[in-house]
């Protein structure tokens, strides 16, 4: 299960990098949690970032922490100037690493 979170950030950052941080390190405690990948341009804003979970209800699970909830309330409020979410099913996966 992926859920794609594909954002613009508007012109007020405060606090933004601090709380991006910290919910990486909070949903890495989450049950299910099978990883991150997150990008953003500097210059648009437009940022992507992927959550991988187990299951479906494990991703639901995290999108209903009261700390990820707030800080869903505080992009709203204060970061983003347009955000969408997909979710979908991730039937195959794997990578190149020249280093290993």
């Keep these: 299960?992926?859920?794609v979170?594909?954002?613009v950030q508007?012109?007020?950052t405060?606090?933004?990098d601090e709380t991006a941080e910290r919910m990486e390190t909070?949903?890495?405690r989450q049950p299910g949690y099978l990883g991150i990948d997150s990008a953003r341009d500097p210059r648009s804003?437009?940022?992507i970032t992927v959550s991988y979970w187990r299951t479906e209800q494990d991703a639901l699970a995290w999108k209903r922490v009261a700390e990820h909830v707030d800080a869903q309330r505080r992009g709203k409020e204060r970061w983003y100037a347009h955000y969408a979410v997909h979710i979908a099913t991730v039937t195959r996966a794997y990578s190149f690493d020249r280093n290993q």
């Design 10 to 12: 508007g012109s007020y």
């Design 26 to 28: 909070l949903a890495a």
């Design 45 to 47: 804003g437009l940022g």
């Design 1 to 3: 299960m992926a859920v």
């Design 14 to 16: 405060e606090g933004y």
């Design 5 to 7: 979170f594909t954002s």
